[in-house]
Structure formats: structure tokens, C-alpha cells
């Protein structure tokens, strides 16, 4: 059974901060096994790929690291037409909302005749972690590929592991569709080593994103500084908030829609009604019987799963800014004015016919969102993390003479001398 | 010396990429040390940062953590006028340019009725650590916490520490200037620590910010996930490009600026002017005789300044994006039309009377920028590191009818059932 508290208890703010600090992922370390991955994948490139992919993956790449155009082509035709039509439209959205996130440049002068400004470019070069085996996500590889297209990257590298031999069509598909302009199949640490350090057939490119296990988690964080990456997620969470006059058993199914993912994930559901409680606890039940996933979401709704009733959906707020929630859900009359008032939420699912599955896929958003409580100080994917900002400073003689002198008195109180004098041989030239 | 190259020399392609790859920074392996530190304040709080202190700073904290109003006040006396002056110039000039980086909200309708939208909301606590010891540097208090402000940070808490018992009144007056709501006299990783975790005195905060050394800089990346970052920041550096008609002792006087900082910093002249490299050798010897800063200086431009000698200011360029500097000055007449065509750069100083040092200070753009080739991926400090982006989604039934079955086809070769049902339920519910 998922846990359920009450916040009119007296128990419940230790409950719930113990509920808020409880861990959900195994923490394995292989850091040490990933280090010399990287180390191998440094000193002998592709010959460590091929090594590596053989013992990991049960398949032999010497000569085919590669993934060829007519390897992507035979993909693409295995993929049925409705599926097809299906990711070009989910293409679509995508691109189309995250073309609304270009920043622009800007460029100004101020009152006393010093040029600023701030200029956003493309990073050069981006690799893709997409995972293999028996899942095969091709929205995955829309949500990571498209906003670095939609910001202008040149060259946008796929790796993916092609455990004894096989790729999923549709992950070659998707790739294709974004614009990926190189696909390898590699895995595991080994494939983030040769991103970030390059190989004789991988370029290196400049930063990493997109999912892996704990060893692509762990690869990431060993590279960050060579390369950027993105953020490590966790397994993944929903919060929903609603009031009595809420349907559970639609409130149900997004539960479990989360809890399908990962016996870690988390389906939280916040209200102020016992009789919704109770309600959805019971359509819970009589929806997991006939899931294909039932093993997992049963295992995740049992282990992690969450009731808080609470006093009012006013009460409801600070909570569930506290737990900051990937996703969170509001089925409830005032569901505008409610999400209005959220601080802290990677994303927000307004109103009871916008359940979270549509996030994932056709919405437009990116469904890569910050996890575990992340969304405090973190935010989903977007353009934004393909572009960098340059800042721009430029003076006029008159100008400096303005601010310099400022500038001189700080030098000097920094105690660094050639500072200060770096601004006088110029104000003094005059 | 520092190092000469000649682009036109048959060895400069590996000779540039040797240099490229070269490492400034002793990397001083203090994980396991910090990871005990860190264990120490998470167990016993107070008591660990008193005790640490005590080892450490030679200084008794017992009851006296936090810094009072009445110490601010006093450091703020101690101020002489002109500087504090300087210090309100930098603060305000910081303040409005940064004022322009908050970005808008949006929300909007699409084609078929689905509400999309982003939000922008400040995280609730940011820790900010400064180095203390011999040299006080107020203006990187105000680089880190007005952003903050700017971005509507509720809570700025700022840690500094305090070796045989003293704060530099001018960083205490920069934190009182830039809106710093708490100051805490500890350092180090303890500091660090008690930021991310918390104590009985200092409440834990959602991101930290600020330079420190290798202790600090361990403590980040372990304390990273718990709590946001910002960059790790290395060795500054800066590079000068400059045609023939620059101003030799100009230039000198800035590779000095930069050398200055840390025998690590490095220095950088590309010219298309051998006669320039010349004079600009001679100006930095010159000038270097008189320097207090000489021992730091000349150790920095002669294990890690370089001089590079290239055809023509176009044929510049792309060396300079390999480079992705911290800082580029460029004094050249078209010193407009090449910086728009730089892609890489922490910031860009335009034409000759743009000094690096004014950015230090009072130009306004943040002086917090990425370094060690970074700038290929990476943004120098700004108020959007102290936003994060939620996502807003919302259908109405018609729109979810619309978009509905293109999700629902795509979780079905994903094969998460659940996720298609949560679709299926609502739209086959009409």
C-alpha cells in the first residue's frame, strides 16, 4: 500500500519531511570501473570501442562503428506509416514550441556612452546518449535532438548501443527526423568517453546530454569539464493536486502512467477530499489488474506511492512546492489560479484533460525535467541548453573616463595593482 | 618567455593543439578528505563547523557563527568614503545591466487550442561563498549576490571565512550593498556543507555560488544534485586580438591585468603584426619592473603566456574559437565587425579603450565567466542562474481530441500502455 498522510496529524510534518528525504535509487558506485573505461577509450579509441562492445554488447564493430545512411534507411522503411506520421507530428510540436525560446541578442548604450550587450551561439557540436536493449524510446531522441537543432547546433552526434547486434528502427527513425547528423553504435561509459575525448571515427563534440544507467550517469559526471552535459536524472516522478470534484479514476490512470516507467518512479497524489482518496486508491486496484506493466507500477504505487489529504488546496501549495515535483497535475475548478501559485515545478499539467502522457509526446514541451526535487533550482530541457551567452563591454575615450575612475579605487582596494593601471595608462593618455 | 607561434610555421597545427590541451592547474585530489568534512557538519552541525574552525581559521565560533547587524554596521565605518562610493557605482551599473536579463513569461494558444506557456520563478535560497584571508575581493560579493537579487532570490546567505578571526570590512560592506540577507563566518568545505544540508545556525539553501579553492571546489560537486551549483571556475585567462595599428603598452598593460590574478592565469597576444608581438614583449618586460604583483605576474606570462603570430586577423578567428577564451579584447579598427563573427567567448571587450579590468568592475556585465575553454559551452554568470523554467501545458477536451492519438500510437510502440490509457480514458469518455 502507498503510504498516506494526513496533514492535519501532528505526526505529519515529520512524516512528510521523512517522506521528502527518502531516497528512491540504489546507489551503485562504478565510478572507479567507469574511470578506467574512459581511460581505455583515451588511450586506444576505436580499438577500445570495438573491445568494449564485444564483451558489453555481444557484438562485433570492427569496420562499422557507424551506422550507415543505408542502415537508416532500411530503418526507416520497417517503421509503419501511422507510427511514422505519428513522430513527425510529435516532431512538429516540439519544434514549433521550442522555437519560442531563441533568445535574442541584445545591444545598448547606456547614459554615460558604454556600449553592452549579450549575444547568444549555438554550441559547436552535441553528442546524444540514446539507451538500447528491449525499450526503444524514439520520443526520447525528438525531446534531446530537436531543441539543439531549433538553437542551431551544426553537428548533432547519436550514440547507442546495439546489444547483440540490434538497433530499434524507430530510435534510427526518430534520429533521422531530428536532424541527428551522425549516428554510432556504441554504449555504455565507453560511448560518453569517446564523445567527449573523440576517437579515430568520432569527433569529439562539446557537450553531452540525454538518459543511461548508473555507468552513463557516472561517465557524465567524470567528462563535465572537458565537456559540458546535462543534468543527471533520477527516476521519475507525478504530483497530482485535486479537489473533490476530481475524476479518480483519471486521476488513477495518470498515476499509474507514471508508475509504469520504473519501479523507482513516484505517483503522488495531494487532495483535500478523503472521499477522492479513497476513490482513487480503488480505481488504482481495478486498473492495475489488466496492465501490461502491472509487475512495476504495482511495485513503484506500493513502494513510493504517496496520499497527503490535506485541509484545503490553499494548505495544499507549500507542500507541494516542497516536494517540487517533475510533473505535477491539476485537476481542480481553479486549476489556472492554483498553478499560478506553484514556485517550484519542473512542469505544470493544468486542468483534468491534460494528463501527463501528453507531455511526453505530443504537447510540445520537452518531457526531460528535473527530477528528485531538482526543479528548486533546475529546469527542463530547452534551447537554452544548447546556446551559450558572450557578453559584450565596449568604451569610448569619453566613456572610460567616466567609469574608469571608479574602477581605479577598486583595483586598488583588490591590491591589484595592474589592474588599476591598465585603466590609467588609457584615462592618462589623454 | 612565453611561448611563440607562428601560424604559418609547418609544426603549428600540433604545436597550437599541444597548447590547447595544456593544463594550468595542479589538480590537487581532495574528494576523500572533503567527503569526511562534509559527513562531519551533516552529523553534528554546529558543533562540526565550531570545531573545524578552530583547526582551521584559529578562530573560537562558539555563539558567534553568524555575523551581527552590529558587525555589518562596524565594517561598514571602517569604509572610506571613496571607496564605498566606487563600490555603490559598481553595484548600481551591475544592477541595471543585469535588470535587462530577466526574461518574460509566456503563454499562449496554439493553432489547434492547446495552451502552452513558461514560467520564470527565482529559487527561495542561494548560498554564496567568498574566500577570505589576505586579499578581500568586495567586487566578486557583488558580481554573485546582485544577480541573485535581481533575479528575486527571497534568501541570499552568504559564507566566508573568518583566519584568526577577521572579515575584511570591504566584503562585509559589499554584502550589505548587494541586499545580502545573512552572513556566516565559516568557510571551506564545512561551509559548504552547512549550505547544503543545514545547521541549527545556518538553514540550508537550494543552490550555491562563488569561487573557492580545491576544498570548496570538492565540496560543490559532492554537495551537486542535493543542491544546484554554479561553474566550477579555473585559472583566468584572456586573450588580445590585435592588428598592427594597437597600442603596444596598452596591450602589455593588460596581459599584465590578467597575469596578475595567479601564477596559473594565462595571457594571450594573436597579431598579425610580428612588429607588434615585438614591441608588445618589450612593454610587458618594462612594465613588469615596477608591478607589486611582479613575482605572480611574470611567473604567469612566462610558464603560461603565449604569443601567436598569424597571417591576417581573418585567419584569426578560428583559432580564437578554439581558444573559446574567458575574456577577448579586440583592438582592431573593424573591432566590431570581427567580434560579431567570434562564436566562442565569456565575454568580448571591443576596441582599445575597453580594458579587461573594467569588467572586473564597472562595465556591468557579470565577471564570473567561463574558463579553461568552457566558453564552448558555457555562459558566465547572469540572472538566469538564479530562475528556472517551469513548463505549463493545458487541453481543453476539443485540443485533446485533436493531439490524443498521436500520443496514444506512440506510447504503444514505446509499449507503456498506462501512458496511452490516461489518454484513452478521457477521450473515449465524450
Known sequence: MPIRLDAKSTAFPDAFATFLASKREASTDVAVAVADIIAGVRARGDAALIDYSRT?????????????????????????????????????????????????????????GVELGQRWTPVDAVGLYVPGGTAAYPSSVLMNAVPAKVAGVPRVAMVVPSPDGVIAPLVLAAARLAGVDEVYRVGGAQAVAALAYGTETIAPVDKIVGPGNAYVAAAKRQVFGKVGIDMIAGPSEVLILADGNANAAWIAADLLAQAEH???????????????????????????????????????????????????????????????????????????????????????????????????????????????RSARFSSGLGVYDFLKRTSILKCSPASLNVIGPAAVRLAEVERLDAHGRSILIRTNAG
Chains 1, 2 share one sequence.
Open 262 to 372: 520504473d519501479a523507482a518512479a513516484q505517483s503522488i497524489l495531494v487532495t483535500d477530499s478523503p472521499v477522492l482518496a479513497d476513490a482513487v486508491t480503488r480505481a488504482v486496484e481495478a486498473q492495475l489488474t489488466t496492465l501490461p506493466r502491472r509487475e512495476i507500477a504495482e511495485a513503484s504505487w506500493r513502494d513510493h506511492g504517496a496520499i497527503i489529504l490535506v485541509g484545503s488546496m490553499d494548505e495544499a501549495l507549500p507542500l507541494v512546492d516542497r516536494v517540487a515535483p517533475e510533473h505535477l497535475e491539476i485537476h481542480a475548478d481553479d486549476a489556472d489560479a492554483l498553478a499560478d501559485r506553484i514556485r517550484h515545478a519542473g512542469a505544470i499539467f493544468v486542468g483534468a484533460y491534460t494528463p501527463e502522457a501528453i507531455g511526453d509526446y505530443v504537447g510540445g514541451t520537452n518531457h526531460v525535467l528535473p527530477t528528485a
Open 56 to 112: 558489453f554488447d555481444r557484438v562485433e564493430l570492427e569496420g562499422r562503428i557507424r551506422v550507415t545512411e543505408a542502415e537508416i534507411e532500411a530503418a526507416l522503411a520497417e517503421v509503419p506509416q501511422d507510427t511514422f506520421e505519428a513522430l513527425k507530428f510529435a516532431k512538429a510540436r516540439i519544434e514549433a514550441h521550442h522555437a519560442r525560446q531563441l533568445p535574442a541578442d541584445e545591444r545598448y548604450t547606456d547614459a554615460v
